[in-house]
Nanobody, 119 residues
């Protein structure tokens, strides 16, 4: 099993910055993708950013140029540097890990951390 633990959420004013961290532990394969999703009240969970162990990245259009995802593969830790935050970024942010075993896709989720951006 895989466990994901997030940290770094909080309350920040518009234009400010936050840095989220997620540490993964357990049966983690050397090739995987880790990232961040978010869910605002009344909305579906959406991808914010993801990064593979090989270094490829994917960002939501709404955060491009403002958020940066990075990884420490040796520590199985992923970070999300969030700059120029907007009230629209307010949501619960969930760490996510995806890997494959015997041809099946395995997905793991953290408990979530609240990010609130005030006007």
């Amino acid at each position: 099993q895989v466990q994901l633990v997030e940290s770094g959420g909080g309350l920040v004013q518009a234009g400010g910055s936050l840095r989220l961290s997620c540490a993964a532990s357990g049966s983690i394969f050397s090739i995987n993708t880790m990232g961040w999703y978010r869910q605002a009240p009344g909305k579906q969970r959406e991808l914010v950013a993801a990064r593979s162990t090989g270094g490829s990245t994917n960002y939501a259009n709404s955060v491009k140029g403002r958020f940066t995802i990075s990884r420490d593969n040796a520590k199985n830790t992923v970070y999300l540097q969030m700059n120029s935050l907007k009230p629209e970024d307010t949501a619960v942010y969930y760490c996510h890990l995806r890997q494959y075993r015997l041809g099946s896709e395995l997905n793991y989720w953290g408990q979530g951390t609240q990010v609130t951006v005030s006007s």
